[in-house]
């Protein structure tokens, strides 16, 4: 099993959408969990941390699953400006003592 | 705060030349990141630094070369550039491990 795997997609939702990503992980040991966006040859930002008990941020809502070690995020009433490749981010507490970035998977948000 | 800088944008090199990509933040943390990224792919760890003084190798180190002497500056070196290193590099940041990782806008490079 990858580290992190992602669906790499695309996504393809109208405006107004509701849209949601799943991500798994294999380190259970993990602790720490992330969502970043990276537009087009634009660099990764932080989206949003993940906490156990799930935490919202507007329009975004993201999910901790430790049992089944999965991630997910959810996007209520998708905007254009959504468009762009969600990365799922996990600390990969290996020897490299960082983060371990999942490939992406690409949301295409149309009028 | 400028946060994670890096310089050049844009460079091509070719087969064999060496090259500096310079990296820099003003946040004073701890840990700074190189990381490649080629087209459709996921990021990949070439060298990290937990502090001043102190790298090590991450996943894909072979081609490169790091140094910290400041807290503010982690220069990444390639020696001999070959074609397999056409990528977009970034610099990262992040005050602890595991912690959020701040980019900076990326170098890319081509080597012909």
Known sequence: RKEVEQ??????????????????????ASQS????????????????????????DGRFTAQLNRASQYISLLIRDSKLSDSATYLCVVNSNSGY?????????MLLVSP | NAGVTQT???RILKIGQSMTLQC????????????????????KLIYYSVGA?????????????????????????LE???PSQTSVYFCASSRDRGETQYFGPGTRLLVL
């Not at chain 2, 820099?24 to 990021?43: E, F, I, V």
């Not at chain 2, 790298?55 to 400041?70: A, F, I, L, Q």
Request: contains cysteine.
């Open chain 1, 97 to 105: 003592s960082t983060l371990t970035f999942g490939k992406g998977t």
């Open chain 2, 80 to 82: 001999l550039a070959a």
């Open chain 1, 33 to 56: 969990f992330f969502w970043y966006r990276q537009d087009c040859r634009k660099e990764p930002k932080l989206l949003m941390s993940v906490y156990s008990s799930g935490n919202e």
């Open chain 2, 8 to 10: 050049p944008k844009f």
């Open chain 2, 24 to 43: 820099a933040q003003d946040m004073n943390h701890n840990y700074m990141y190189w990381y490649r990224q080629d087209p459709g792919m996921g990021l």
């Open chain 2, 53 to 77: 003084g102190i790298t090590d190798k991450g996943e894909v180190p072979n081609g490169y070369n790091v140094s910290r002497s400041t807290t503010e500056d982690f220069p990444l070196r």
């Open chain 1, 7 to 28: 669906d790499p997609g695309p996504f393809n939702v109208p405006e107004g959408a509701t849209v949601a990503f799943n991500c798994t992980y294999s380190n259970s």
